[in-house]
């Protein structure tokens, strides 16, 4: 069962990806999400299109328990609950978003890099400078694959509030 922590981490990306604020997340939240993403970046990427719209796939098998081709919250929770034990599934997102996310493809995400993938999930600006060095755990300046990966598996599947990766998303709502 999911924790009061956990709901809110959830309800805070939840929120952000329900775009038409309906209630559900569908097809055509993901399909906003992906073009706030590729108008912050000012050019298409057929990649970014790709990984949002692939995770909108999973996330639809996963969690449409009553195949209505929209995701509630609670379907979302009950995906949630079983992560802790889907390693692989939260590190092939973790990999998946990190790629998305570097857009240079240096094999790192820095600031601004992450300022832009939190913009994009929430669709309004962001000041992220208070939290990503709290996520740049070694103070480099930036995160590598392995750490972001860390932050993304502490985020979706951990439940501890003062964990680096509860903040992945930014602050909590």
Known sequence: MT??????????VFTAMDADAD?????SDFVALTDRWLELRGTPDAAVRSVMM???ATLLAAS????????TFDEVLSVVDRLPTMTDVVEATADAMFTVADENADGLVD???YR???????GVDTDTDTVFPLLDGDGDGRLSRSEFRELWYEFWAGDNAAAPGTLV????A
């Open 169 to 172: 998303f930014g602050p909590l």
């Open 64 to 71: 449409d328990l009553d195949r209505d081709n929209k995701v």
């Open 23 to 27: 209630g559900f997340l569908t097809e």
């Open 111 to 113: 600031a601004g890099e």
């Open 54 to 56: 692939g995770w909108w």
């Open 116 to 122: 832009q993938m939190i913009e994009a999930w929430r």
């Open 3 to 12: 924790s009061d922590l956990q709901r809110r981490k959830i309800t805070t």
